[in-house]
């Protein structure tokens, strides 16, 4: 479906907003895929020779080389690579000192660092969220039936008596005819949304992208949009099934202290109050009101809904914050391109981890290999193989590793609106987030499949490593927005987000199934994620082969990858190029 004009989300040059917790806002493991549909993968032709010239090159990045780096950036040394701590300090020189090593240049201005400013947010919610009004009155528990938490840079902040609308998903997306807002006024309001998307709630593929969540339906866009309505406060009401994640998950981001990017208005423009309710509360809140919750999400999810407000029910809340303002930083290098310099390909991949926190079986570094450890080795890893390649890029290679991921995709974000290379001269960004030590793999999964021409540049690289193309496995938990390429993405820049993890060329689906399951268990964000030299680093070598190569061929063009016709991207990236 072609996009007529840039759409809602991208109306405004606001960043986007910034991401709830670490658990939401950063990297995730990627489930299991959860619809026959989503399991279709390409099929490769039986001849492949290609593949078979490839087999007998030696590649140009190893699975010692990956070792090398993964071993230094994980390393105890590293005290888990936070922001604002000693281990930013470690990580960040040893990357600029690689950098150096391999001969890259720095940025403009001789500095291989970007200064991010951030200010970490450490709110505390009242102890209660009081909904009254028409004789009724409910008393909202913290942690229990809300949470809450506010992007203004202020010691306090509060809602008194603000009158609760609601108002759908919260959506406005003029190329598919919905507007959640229309003909409601929510100054000084609250508004209440429902999670994902309208899309997400029937079987039709052709309404918004069906069960595919679209940027619409993520938790970050309402809360943007609701503020571009000029409301108060926002809720969005928590169900399991189309969040993608328990209310656990919810509640660990919402109460640990969070980093956030510096603004020029201290988050003003910014809805006064965040937060979430369980869907008991909503239920509770909505009877409150005399409506009933099925009704109502029945009524969001149909065309033409008009938002309402709740029969005079008003909420009463507020959060009292400490701040402390920093500078992180991004770290990055060019290769300069030899006959088109002004071009840029950008390889992005994550330093931040957890740093030094509850200890775990003893244990209290959060080391962060697997995430984002991998990311890094192959990163550096690219960077060498394009140095030593005989074959100089034609265009400029930019090797960028971002800050404050895990905090919400602060690093890229701030790239993203103050870029040091101009965005209408990025041809793409080539993210890594989370490979998988597990071998080498059979399929390359492309998170976010449909929406550019990169994927067509990743379909070759895998044909010649014997591939194949997988199509995002889970569609509906909207992978595509919950690493760094998201950010580059949201300003038109075609992004790609690819890995494999799916097929293990040894021990086949079940296998890498089990491994990735136990990684998740186990590992994922604990102390537990360290090196293992066990590990069979072979298919992260594989995957940086393959995005090595999809670079050369990007800068031996003239030409710029395009978004797919009905991409919620693509008019960011035409109003860019001055289409």
């Keep these: 479906m072609p996009v007529p004009a840039v759409c809602s989300l991208f109306r405004h040059s606001a960043a986007p907003a910034l991401l709830l917790a670490a658990a939401l806002g950063g990297c995730q493991p990627r489930p299991a895929a959860t619809t026959a549909a989503a399991a279709t993968a390409e099929a490769i032709p039986a001849a492949q020779p290609a593949a078979a010239a490839s087999a007998a090159t030696p590649p140009a990045i190893s699975a010692a080389s990956i070792g090398q780096y993964l071993q230094a950036v994980a390393a105890d040394e590293m005290l888990g690579r936070k922001p604002f701590t000693a281990g930013e300090e470690r990580i960040t020189a040893y990357l600029a000192a690689e950098f150096r090593k391999l001969g890259l240049q720095p940025a403009p201005g001789g500095s291989y660092f970007q200064p991010v400013p951030m200010v970490e947010v450490t ?212 290769l300069p391109g030899t006959t088109r310099p002004d071009e840029y390909i950008i390889y992005s991949a994550h330093w931040d981890h957890f740093g030094v ?133 949201h300003v038109g820049v075609p992004s790609l987000y690819a890995s494999g993890g799916f097929e293990s060329r040894t021990g086949g689906k079940e296998t890498i199934a089990r491994q990735r399951q136990n990684y998740t268990a186990t590992m994922y964000h604990k102390p537990a994620d360290q090196f293992d030299p066990s590990w069979d680093l072979a298919g992260i070598a594989q995957d940086a082969q393959l995005y090595f190569r999809v670079g050369q061929r990007l800068a031996a063009e003239t030409t710029f990858p395009q978004w797919r016709p009905g991409s919620e991207f693509k008019g960011a990236r035409d109003k860019s190029l001055g289409r």
């Design 357 to 489: 926190g509850k200890a775990i079986a003893g244990d209290s570094i959060y080391n962060g290999a697997v995430d984002n450890g991998t990311g890094l080795a192959a990163l550096l890893s690219i960077a060498d193989a394009f140095q030593k390649s005989p074959e100089k890029p034609q265009r400029s290679i930019v090797f960028l590793a971002v800050t404050g991921e895990e905090q919400g995709l602060l690093g890229s974000a701030y790239y993203a609106q103050h870029p040091p290379f101009p965005l209408s001269k990025t041809v793409a960004d080539l993210n890594m987030d989370m490979l998988w030590p597990y071998g080498e793999m059979k399929d390359l999964t492309v998170i976010g499949y449909g929406q550019s021409e990169l994927e067509d540049y990743a379909r070759a690289a895998a044909r010649e490593q014997g591939r194949y193309v997988l199509p995002d496995q889970t569609p509906e938990t909207g992978m595509f927005y919950r690493s760094d390429h998201f950010n580059f993405a």
């Design 123 to 334: 709110g505390t919610p009242s102890a209660t969220m009081v909904v009254a009004g028409k004789g009724a009155k409910l008393s909202l528990q913290y942690k229990t039936d809300f949470v809450a938490f506010t992007q203004r840079e202020q010691e306090a902040v509060a809602l008194t008596n603000s009158p609760l609308v609601f108002a759908g998903y919260g959506v406005v997306a003029p190329e598919y005819g919905w507007d959640d807002y229309a003909g409601l006024d929510v100054q000084g309001k609250t508004v209440v949304v429902l999670v994902n998307d309208p899309g997400n709630a029937g079987n039709d593929t052709t309404f918004f992208k069906g069960k595919a969540m679209t940027y619409y339906g993520r938790w970050t866009y309402k809360y943007e949009e609701a503020a571009r309505h000029g409301a108060a406060g926002v809720l969005i009401v928590h169900d399991t099934q189309p969040a993608a994640y328990p209310w656990s998950v919810v509640l660990s981001g919402a109460v640990s202290p969070k980093l956030r990017a510096q603004t020029a208005n201290k988050g003003a423009d910014k809805c006064a109050l965040e937060g979430w309710l369980t869907l008991d509360a909503a239920k509770r809140l909505f009877t409150a009101a005399g409506q009933r919750y099925d009704q109502l999400y029945a009524a969001a999810n149909q065309r033409g809904f008009r938002p309402r407000a709740l029969n005079g029910l008003t909420v009463t809340a507020g959060i009292r914050n400490k701040l402390r303002r920093q500078t992180s930083k991004n770290v990055l290098a060019v």
